[in-house]
């Protein structure tokens, strides 16, 4: 079965801390997205790759990189945590064919105090 | 730059009628595809249904169809015999078809539907 895993569920960081979300796909996918997903707003696109160590600035990256060293694995990184940035973040990855729907993980819902 | 529209915030149907979502796009790709998506409670996306701009048809999945009406820019789910569980958020969302724009979806606002028995 295939498979888009997040390494969290639930995190609760505090203001300023750095905050490491995990993602890793078992389909030998091309292609990885990080989301972020608000009420009211639908899923925002903030980084994506579409090769190892190739990445591309979606619509809202301001406060967030990214890091791609291995084809599987997709990593978002909130240097300095705020509270705006409290959030579900859904990974996904999707394959270079023509339909190329996208595959999604369980997501991991962030809150900052 | 590519826009998807989901004007319905949420929406309820009874139990084993029919119901249409709404979804506009524009975009000035001239290949492009279209998709909508399922999101229960439980918080997974579950793909539905694929539309290509270049289909004359449209697509079909089960209980769901997509009202493709490319003049119009739009690109209506329709689910027939609404069940319970069908209950969820339904997010449209569209790409462009060219290698370099990297397979990247732009998503609606989405919209919750309840189904009532």
């Known amino acids: 079965d295939v498979k888009v895993t997040q390494s969290s569920r639930y995190l609760v960081k505090r203001t300023g801390e750095k905050v490491f979300l995990e993602c890793v796909q078992d389909?030998?996918?091309?292609?990885m997205f990080w989301y972020r997903q608000d009420p009211g707003l639908g899923l925002r696109l903030i980084y994506f790759?579409?090769?190892?160590?190739?990445?591309e600035k979606g619509d809202i990256p301001e406060g967030y990189s990214v890091s791609r060293e291995k084809k599987e694995r997709f990593s978002l990184i909130l240097e300095s945590a705020s509270t705006n940035q409290t959030s579900m973040y859904l990974c996904?990855?999707?394959?270079?064919?023509?339909?190329?729907?996208?595959?999604f993980g369980e997501g991991s819902r962030l809150t900052v105090l | 730059a590519q826009k998807i529209t989901q004007t319905q915030p949420g929406m309820f149907v009874q139990e084993k009628e029919a119901v249409t979502l709404d979804c506009t796009y524009d975009?000035?790709?001239?290949?492009?595809?279209l998709f909508w998506y399922k999101q229960p409670s439980s918080g997974e996306m579950i793909f539905l249904i694929y539309?290509?701009?270049?289909?004359?048809q449209n697509a079909t999945e089960g209980r769901y169809s997509l009202n493709f009406q490319k003049a119009r820019k739009s690109a209506n789910l329709v689910i027939s015999a609404s069940q319970l569980g069908d209950s969820a958020m339904y997010f449209c969302?569209?790409?462009?078809?060219?290698?370099?724009?990297?397979?990247?979806?732009?998503f609606g606002q989405g919209t919750e539907l309840s189904v009532k028995p």
């Open positions: 975009t000035s790709d001239q290949s492009y595809g």
């Open positions: 969302a569209m790409r462009g078809l060219l290698y370099n724009q990297g397979g990247k979806l732009i």
């Open positions: 790759s579409y090769d190892v160590k190739m990445k």
């Open positions: 996904a990855s999707s394959p270079l064919t023509e339909t190329g729907e996208l595959f």
């Open positions: 539309q290509g701009s270049y289909d004359e």
């Open positions: 389909m030998d996918h091309e292609n």
